[in-house]
């Protein structure tokens, strides 16, 4: 009955490479996100999804890109890996975008070597 | 692009005590939210407060909102080991912005 899931948990991959994490929420939320925490803790929000639809698209690489196949799915793929992509990213949803609380899921680990 | 900030960055107290932590943001807000996020994990909400609120309690949580200083703070009462985690100020107006957080030790 998990709410938010990602996968994978850890992902340790070479530069160069491209990957990608998979996200699913259950709650039947209008509106995902991806967010990038990096080694200070801090957390950056990367895009949000709202309906299939992008409404963020922060100053983000474009070798990052999130897909959305239906409502209840975000993945982010990530083409050529660099070292400085290395950080927790995680998936979040909410009812709607805006002030209502997010549901974030237990982040996925992403080490570039 | 606004966010909260946190501060203090670390916090570490005995268990029993009090902690405050702050949050300070720099333009007008709809609402604030605070998150738990213990190590390893994802964010949790613990509560929000609206623009037209100043104060806010949910069990051993109370969360304050001054929105002629731009900043809240978010007291945990009688803390417990538990308790230890990051606690981040999310800012909101049309979008979401977290801060760096605070790292909150409570020793048994």
């Known amino acids: 009955d998990t709410a938010v899931s990602q996968t994978p948990k850890y992902l340790v991959t070479q530069m160069g490479n491209d990957k990608s994490i998979k996200c699913e929420q259950n709650?039947?939320?209008?509106?995902m996100y991806w967010y990038k925490q990096d080694s200070k803790k801090f957390l950056k929000i990367m895009f949000s999804?709202?309906?299939?639809?992008?409404?963020i698209n922060e100053t983000v690489p474009n070798r990052f890109s999130p897909k959305s196949p239906d409502k209840a799915h975000l993945n982010l793929h990530i083409n050529s890996l660099e070292l400085g992509d290395s950080a927790v990213y995680f998936c979040a949803s909410s009812h709607q975008q805006g002030f209502h609380e997010q549901y974030f899921g237990p982040g996925t680990r992403l080490t570039v070597t | 692009s606004q966010q909260g900030e946190e501060d203090p960055q670390a916090l570490s107290i005995q268990e029993g005590e009090n902690a405050t932590m702050n949050c300070s943001y720099k333009t007008s807000i709809n609402n604030l939210q605070w998150y738990r996020q213990n190590s390893g994990r994802g964010l949790v909400h613990l509560i929000l407060?609206?623009?037209?609120?100043r104060e806010k309690h949910s069990g051993r949580l109370r969360v304050t909102l001054d929105t002629s200083k731009k900043s809240s703070s978010l007291l945990i009462t009688a803390s417990r080991a538990a308790d230890t985690a990051s606690y981040f100020c999310a800012t909101d107006n049309n979008d979401m912005r977290f801060g760096a957080g605070t790292r909150l030790t409570v020793k048994p």
């Open positions: 709650l039947g939320h209008d509106t």
């Open positions: 407060i609206r623009s037209n609120e």
């Open positions: 999804y709202n309906n299939k639809e992008l409404i």
